[in-house]
């Protein structure tokens, strides 16, 4: 059951020159029967990291533990003692679904349900988990199916830029490349760290992870420095009919 994407690189805005812009995976979440050494079962939540690219994929990893009987949910370890069961008792399982919660202010924020079932399938009981699949949650307002969204329309832009001239990335922009045809080229960056590229022919690439709806935005401002003689092209990213200049 997919959760929160996540980025495949360094997210919060991408500040780091050279990282190339990437995609966003989803990690998963499952559930598997033990049993305490008494015999009653418990649900060990694991969740299985994404993959990126040719990364060799990581080993999953334990969030908590539910206890079938209360369907309290637990962080951590499974209990001590715990495991293969040898019994019966020890064949429920846990569905999990997303849905979001609508506060009186119109705000949403999604959560994780898991449903717990019984051997023969019935629901026995239900804990709240925040999309991390860990953290518990406890719903304020409305809940129910998360509403569909439209996905917000993005537009390449491309600019050569020859100095002397200053140039600032325009707001709401997620993605950035900057290719330095001829030096020098000031690059400063959203917490005022300025960087001198004299190196013909170098290319940086920023991007922020956005949403499922909304694109993310790099912090700003983000300054193009381009001096008399130096030339670079700028590709960026941004929502259609922003600034393009």
Known sequence: MPVQPL??????????PGEPAVSCCSPSITSTSL?????????????SPCVCGPTPPADPEVVGWIDPASGVFTAGPAPAGSGPCTQAG????????????????GTITRFLRHLIHD????VTGTT???TDGRTAYTP????????????????????????????????????????????????TDCSGN??????????????????????????????VDVAEGATVYVQWLSPCGGDES
């Open 119 to 122: 051997c023969g399938g019935t």
């Open 140 to 187: 304020t307002g409305e809940v129910g199916e998360c509403p569909e969204c439209e996905p917000v329309p993005m537009c390449p832009q491309l600019l050569g830029i020859t100095g002397p001239e200053m140039w600032t990335v325009p707001a709401g922009t997620e993605s950035l490349a900057v290719s330095v045809t001829c030096g020098p080229v000031t690059i």
């Open 128 to 130: 709240d988990t925040a």
């Open 90 to 105: 020890g064949c429920g399982s846990v569905a999990v679904v997303e849905l979001c919660d609508v506060h009186p202010d």
């Open 194 to 223: 300025a960087t001198v590229i004299n190196e013909c022919g170098a290319t940086f690439n920023w991007a922020a992870t956005g949403t499922r709806c909304e694109p993310g935005q790099l912090c700003g401002p983000v300054t």
């Open 7 to 16: 980025p495949c690189g360094p997210a919060g805005g991408g500040e780091s």
């Open 35 to 47: 049993c305490r050494p008494d015999g009653s079962p418990v649900l060990l939540m694991v969740r």
